[in-house]
């Protein structure tokens, strides 16, 4: 197999898709989900803002510096962060779009549409109930937390083998800021992404983000005369 080569590059520049919502919370920036406190980790595995070493349950925080170091580009790359669970994206019968997590030996090998996942997936505040399209980009997210074990209905749905929050990064009222970069490399691959971060008063502010990401598969079908997997 070919290694691949690849270059990236980073500049200034505004967003592409758009989300809006208050900004109040960011008066207080490192109590962030997440966010490093002193020696302290924040995570809101019980659904209100605590110190890891509080939480009286299983918990794996990872941050967004931590994301970026070990390439962590998409929600099926997570499990290679968290003790005690496999995350696979492309199984049989199944498509990369659809990942499939297991922790602790619980996940839902059921592919239908209509099927609940053992490990449940919770973007900010709201449920992912199906794993069809779930395999997004984790981009500008602030920290992903994991909870190894059974969850109830605190977040909205329960879960019986776990849960994965994933803590996207809020509208900031303090100042202006944004950056873009862009990936090449072999098999057609192309990953940019940009976001920008506007201010509109002391309670409200902007953020402007999207993230695309394309290639066209590594593995050859002799039948189909083309690159699958893509």
Same mark, same amino acid.
């Given at each position: 197999?070919?290694?691949?080569h690849?270059?990236?590059?980073?500049?200034?520049?505004?967003?592409?898709?758009?989300?809006?919502?208050?900004?109040?919370?960011?008066?207080?920036?490192?109590?962030?989900?997440?966010?490093?406190?002193?020696?302290?980790?924040i995570?809101v595995?019980?659904?209100?803002?605590?110190?890891?070493?509080?939480?009286?349950?299983?918990?794996?925080?990872?941050?967004?510096?931590?994301?970026?170091?070990?390439?962590?580009?998409?929600?099926?790359?997570?499990?290679?962060?968290?003790?005690?669970?496999?995350?696979v994206?492309?199984?049989?019968?199944?498509?990369? $779009?659809?990942?499939?997590?297991?922790?602790? !030996?619980? +996940?839902? /090998?059921?592919?239908? *549409?209509?099927?609940?996942?053992?490990?449940?997936?919770?973007?900010?505040d709201?449920?992912?109930?199906?794993?069809?399209?779930?395999?997004?980009?984790?981009?500008?997210?602030?920290?992903?937390?994991?909870?190894?074990g059974?969850?109830?209905?605190?977040?909205?749905?329960?879960?019986?083998?776990?849960?994965?929050?994933?803590?996207?990064?809020?509208?900031?009222?303090?100042?202006?800021?944004?950056?873009?970069?862009?990936?090449?490399?072999?098999?057609?691959?192309?990953?940019?992404?940009?976001?920008?971060?506007?201010p509109? $008063?002391?309670?409200?502010?902007?953020?402007? !983000?999207? +993230?695309? /990401?394309?290639?066209? *598969?590594?593995?050859?079908?002799?039948?189909?005369?083309?690159?699958?997997?893509?």
């Amino acid at each position: 197999m070919k290694s691949r080569h690849i270059c990236s590059a980073l500049m200034v520049t505004t967003g592409l898709v758009a989300w809006c919502a208050p900004a109040y919370a960011q008066d207080r920036p490192a109590d962030e989900p997440g966010a490093t406190q002193g020696n302290e980790i924040i995570v809101v595995a019980t659904r209100r803002e605590e110190a890891l070493q509080d939480v009286p349950i299983a918990v794996t925080a990872v941050d967004q510096d931590a994301l970026r170091l070990n390439q962590v580009n998409s929600v099926a790359d997570v499990g290679s962060m968290t003790p005690n669970m496999i995350s696979v994206a492309g199984t049989a019968g199944g498509a990369k $779009s659809a990942p499939q997590f297991s922790i602790r !030996g619980q +996940s839902q /090998s059921e592919r239908g *549409g209509l099927s609940d996942p053992s490990v449940s997936v919770y973007f900010g505040d709201v449920v992912m109930a199906r794993t069809q399209g779930l395999n997004q980009t984790l981009f500008d997210v602030n920290s992903v937390q994991v909870i190894r074990g059974p969850v109830g209905t605190l977040f909205g749905k329960n879960a019986t083998g776990g849960a994965i929050i994933i803590r996207p990064n809020l509208p900031n009222t303090d100042r202006v800021e944004g950056s873009a970069g862009a990936t090449v490399a072999e098999f057609g691959t192309f990953n940019a992404d940009a976001y920008i971060n506007l201010p509109l $008063s002391d309670f409200a502010a902007v953020r402007l !983000g999207g +993230s695309t /990401s394309n290639d066209d *598969g590594y593995i050859y079908d002799e039948t189909l005369k083309r690159n699958v997997n893509n």
